[in-house]
């Protein structure tokens, strides 16, 4: 490997990280902002409920819809960057071995899946097409699963269907 090479490996290897434990930052945030957020709400809603107070009125509760269905637009970013950290680190691993990591692919497609999932309207999207990503999801998790069942056979690591995995196998009756 030429030191070129070597070095640009080793700065997108430090721009990967970088963005990582960012992401991972800015992640732990939102979770403590939600989970502040939730727990306030509960507390507020109980205390008003305890001192005979009214229910939350409709207003007030849409508005709390609101603050919290920001979380979906920002897990959504979140998930779409994740895509693209992964995608260049497809394009990284071709460059440096010339081969196409087929686990890399799978992974940015059931990220691609799951961002798309966690943005959808389930109210307003057809029926058919919740059905279709569905049974895409369920694709993509299968053919992951074999592929990496095919990597370990290939490697030679393990065995593929352990004793109480097998088909039909109970993990306690006599083979």
């Not at 434990?21 to 409920?49: C, D, F, H, K, N």
């Not at 059931?110 to 798309?116: G, L, P, S």
């Not at 389930?122 to 993509?140: H, K, Q, R, W």
């Not at 998790?141 to 990597?151: L, S």
Request: glycine fraction near 10%; charge should be neutral; proline fraction near 5%.
């Amino acid at each position: 490997m030429t030191f070129v090479k070597a070095q640009a490996l080793r700065i997108y290897d430090l721009f990967e990280r970088i963005v990582l434990v960012t992401l991972l930052v800015l992640l732990v945030v939102m979770v403590l902002w939600a989970t502040w957020l939730l727990g306030a709400e509960i507390v507020q809603s109980l205390a008003s409920r305890l001192a005979g107070g009214p229910p939350m009125s409709k207003a007030h509760l849409h508005e709390f819809i609101e603050r919290f269905g920001m979380l979906h637009s920002v897990f959504s970013a979140f998930l779409l960057i994740l895509i693209g950290v992964e995608l260049m680190k497809t394009i990284v691993m071709y460059l440096d071995r010339h081969e196409l990591h087929v686990e890399v692919v799978f992974t940015v497609a059931m990220i691609a899946i799951a961002r798309h999932a966690i943005g959808i309207d389930i109210e307003s999207t057809p029926g058919l097409t919740l059905i279709g990503m569905g049974v895409l999801t369920l694709a993509l998790a299968v053919g992951y699963h074999y592929f990496q069942r095919a990597t370990r056979l290939k490697m030679g690591v393990g065995d593929p269907d352990p004793p109480g995995r097998a088909a039909g196998g109970d993990p306690g009756a006599p083979r």
